[in-house]
């Protein structure tokens, strides 16, 4: 079989024909090379396609034009393949990582991630990056043969970014010398596993300035005042297009920055790479730090961005107060399911390890379809008793609000006092129609 790639490929790339292989041993395809295949299962699998409802910062319903986790993970690809055809590492291995990085995220971003983590606690804890391991690994029920995607070695270390040592212990109890290794042993993953990290980084940051913008809460101005790098790039947009204004200036600006950063990885990376002379990916493996890497003042005007997009978006009143819903939601659909089981579908709670089942089922819910559930379950009174299902967010579920919103999609112009959509909408439940979901309803 041939491989598209391979003879452009550097030596210190992954390359399919050597990889470590999948848990179940399955024959090549004759047409697609391991790591495309492990992209096309991605794709086609249930929890790729349930980040389309999966809120990356705002919540899904606040406006059709904001992330979703499925066009951040998109974006993610789109970066990571650009700078790795540049690096002559493999595209199709970075498009597997970067489109399955996220499919371990709970519904509604970070605040769900925390409060199903708070949940189970005593239970193990809950961490998106492993989760994302877990659904490739297991959730995913599509094949005869196995549980999971039954992904490439490369794959699968590429979407395990994090681990704690305790969790690494586990992992390598289960496969020895597999995933955990390299938490345990302070080794590095393959270059197309550290691009991905850096293409989400690139990502988020961008996109996130554009969304905050979009959404209000953020402006231009403060953004300019505030962080010196974003300033340098609207300057150098407006000295370009001096007459220049509004979205179209604030896109540029982007557009600019990520190419910016692109060129500054692709650089910074080659020129690190040169004088090593590797000629392995195990050599990259081995080496003791990550070699795809932001130049250093590059590195700290992303920090800088990061620092002020938390303390001003990410933690800005209006999303927390929506967050607070969020954790609500989470919250009550665990205790309800820890309490009854048969709640959920019978391959969850037919499983042993019942608080495991319980966030597994969770996590792999999307946004709305987490509201519909906890719509049905705050309206059976024996849970509603039993373990007082927050009182304050059944007020306004069943009602779709944005459905009598005249214009759900904000633009640009929507400032703060327009976006209704915070807070009181995050309520917005399934649509009338759909209010009483079907016990067992897959998510
Ligand atoms: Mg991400």
Redesign the pocket.
Known sequence: MTDFYASGLAPYASDPLLSRGRRVAEALAPTRNDFQRDRDRIVHSSAFRRLVYKTQVFLNHEGDLFRT?LT??LE?AQLARSMARSLNLHEDLVEAIALA??LGHTPFGHAGQDALNHCMREFGGFEHNLQSLRVVDFLEERYALFDGLNLTFETREGILKHCGLAQARELDAREPAGLGARFINGTQPSLEAQLCNLA?EI??NAHDIDDGVRSGLLSMEQLRANVPWFEHYCSKTLALYPQIQGRRWLFETIRLMLSEQVYDVIETTRAGLLPLGLQSAAEVRSFPEALVAFSVPMQEASLALKQFLSANLYRHPRVLQTTDYAKEIIRDLFLAYVHTPTEMPESFHARHDRERAVADYIAGMTDRFAAKEHHRLSAWSPLKAGHGLATGAQEGWGVDRSLQDPNPSSGLSSGPSSGSSFGPSFGSGPRPESGGATKGDTP
């Open positions: 986790r951040h993970s993610v990085h996220d989400d990502a988020y």
